[in-house]
Nanobody, 127 residues
């Protein structure tokens, strides 16, 4: 079992930055691939970014590529999502997710491949 707790969300003006954190419980964090997804009001939950268990592979949705950066610190059992150049369209609840292993985009970009989810953190970007 893995428990995930997100933090770092908030209200920011367009063009601003936030750093989301996702702290994981358990001693096997380093063997889990991690993903970030988001859900805007009235919309489905979408893939944002993912990082393989080794940290060697990272993937991003086209809408955030070049603005968001995913990283992990296995010593702290934490995965991060740095959000830069934020836009009002980035407003959503952001969820972190974990799955055992996995390195390829086809596995990491699909939410049904993740058995463990956090409760979400709200990001609101004002224009």
């Amino acid at each position: 079992q893995v428990q995930l707790v997100e933090s770092g969300g908030g209200l920011v003006q367009a063009g601003g930055s936030l750093r989301l954190s996702c702290a994981a419980s358990g001693r096997t964090f380093s063997s889990y691939a991690m993903g970030w997804f988001r859900q805007a009001p009235g919309k489905e939950r979408d893939f944002v970014a993912a990082i393989s268990w080794s940290g060697d592979n990272t993937y991003y949705a086209d809408s955030v590529k070049g603005r968001f950066t995913i990283s992990r610190d296995n010593a702290k059992n934490t995965v991060y999502l740095q959000l830069n150049s934020l836009k009002p369209d980035d407003t959503a609840v952001y969820y972190c997710a974990a799955r055992p292993g996995g390195s390829y985009y086809t596995a990491l970009a699909l939410e049904y491949n993740y058995p463990y989810w956090g409760q979400g953190t709200q990001v609101t970007v004002s224009s």
